[in-house]
């Protein structure tokens, strides 16, 4: 099963407003991340919360990390029509010792539409 | 500094035929990572290699095997492909200290068709 969940799985928004996704996950983690993918092409990394972490700002990013409701949301501010793509959240399992990795376990994304 | 890079860009294979698909990891980067994204779907991890050893490895069946060389660069290789093996295969390079791999950079993938 799937690691990390985004809801919703897609989202339609006009240019200038937010766009909020979330992400629920089930195991321990060392760290979150978020990646942005573009009409199937590869995957960009955006940002990157560890466990110890509760909010990070990157730009017009937010990323928030709530580990004990096992749940992180990431904030889109001020669209802009380049930022549609779909948008996954990542999570390597935090194996013995704390060590993880890097094997990154994805959720299906939410798909960002922003109508100009 | 060029980025992770992944050829071919694409491939067009028929059912039991043999595929390899090849990875150069970013600058600087040891570990290399391979993943499986089918259409609508989220990437599924296939292996990790890191000093020329899979040190990882997904879900996926003996059909998928790779190799790291000792430049780091990587290769996945699909034997007897099935129609269900259509995806785009993304490489993930990444560096490891002490144990963490953190941010994974990926390549722009390789798109496989089967028929």
């Known amino acids: 099963s799937q690691q990390g969940e985004e809801d919703p799985q897609a989202l339609s928004i006009q240019e200038g407003e937010n766009a909020t996704m979330n992400c629920s996950y089930k195991t321990s983690i060392n760290n979150l991340q978020w990646y942005r993918q573009n009409s199937g092409r590869g995957l960009v990394h955006l940002i990157l919360?560890?466990?110890?972490?509760r909010e990070k700002h990157s730009g017009r990013l937010r990323v928030t990390l709530d580990t004990s409701k096992k749940s992180s949301s990431l904030l889109i501010t001020a669209s802009r029509a380049a930022d549609t793509a779909s948008y996954f959240c990542a999570t390597p399992p935090r194996g013995a010792g704390g060590t993880s990795y890097g094997k990154l376990t994805f959720g299906q994304g939410t798909i960002l539409t922003v109508h100009p | 500094d060029a980025g992770v890079t992944q050829s071919p860009t694409h491939l067009i294979k028929t059912r039991g035929q043999q595929v390899t698909l090849r990875c150069s990891p970013k600058s600087g980067h040891d570990t290399v990572s391979w993943y499986q994204q089918a259409l609508g779907q989220g990437p599924q991890f296939i292996f990790q290699?890191?000093?020329?050893?899979?040190?990882q490895r997904g879900n996926f069946p003996d059909r998928f095997s790779g190799h790291q060389f000792p430049n780091y660069s990587s290769e996945l290789n699909v034997n007897a492909l099935l129609l269900g093996d259509s995806a785009l295969y993304l490489c993930?390079?990444?560096?490891?200290?002490?144990?963490?791999?953190?941010?994974?950079?990926f390549g722009p993938g390789t798109r496989l068709t089967v028929l």
């Open positions: 290699y890191y000093e020329e050893e899979e040190r």
């Open positions: 993930a390079s990444s560096k490891a200290t002490g144990g963490f791999a953190d941010t994974q950079y």
């Open positions: 919360i560890r466990s110890n972490e």
